[in-house]
Nanobody, 125 residues
Framework: VQLQAFGGGLVQAGGSLRLSCAAS????????IGWFRQAPGKEREVVAA???????YYADSAKGRFTISRDNDKKTVYLQMNSLKPEDAAVYSC????????????????????WGQGTQVTVSS
């Protein structure tokens, strides 16, 4: 599967952005998708992830502000980001891993196999 992330940009603190992770290839519905971010000088960290069955995971920093969702027909996963803060600024990337329905939702970067290029999110204070 190939992934492409887009939707980043410049937004004021308190604003919103919706990132999209579009996939090409077969059997998109078999994949768990994770969103990760990396700010300059910092390690990559998970933001949110969604299982093929719909279960979701959010990092503490994202809870209550971000929502991950998927549209299997469009082969796209979305990350709706509200109430953005300057510390949310980073390059956001999406990643995919094929999982079984009864399997766990991967939440670590090293668990994911396929990666898309990142999209820059800048939040001005």
């Amino acid at each position: 599967v190939q992934l492409q992330a887009f939707g980043g940009g410049l937004v004021q603190a308190g604003g919103s952005l919706r990132l999209s992770c579009a996939a090409s290839g077969h059997s998109f519905s078999r994949y768990a998708i994770g969103w990760f971010r990396q700010a300059p000088g910092k390690e990559r960290e998970v933001v949110a992830a969604i299982h093929r069955g719909g279960a979701t995971y959010y990092a503490d920093s994202a809870k209550g502000r971000f929502t991950i969702s998927r549209d299997n027909d469009k082969k796209t996963v979305y990350l709706q980001m509200n109430s953005l803060k300057p510390e949310d600024a980073a390059v956001y990337s999406c990643a995919a891993k094929a999982v079984i329905l009864s399997g766990p939702l991967p939440t670590r970067a090293d668990e994911y196999v396929y990666w898309g290029q990142g999209t820059q999110v800048t939040v001005s204070s």
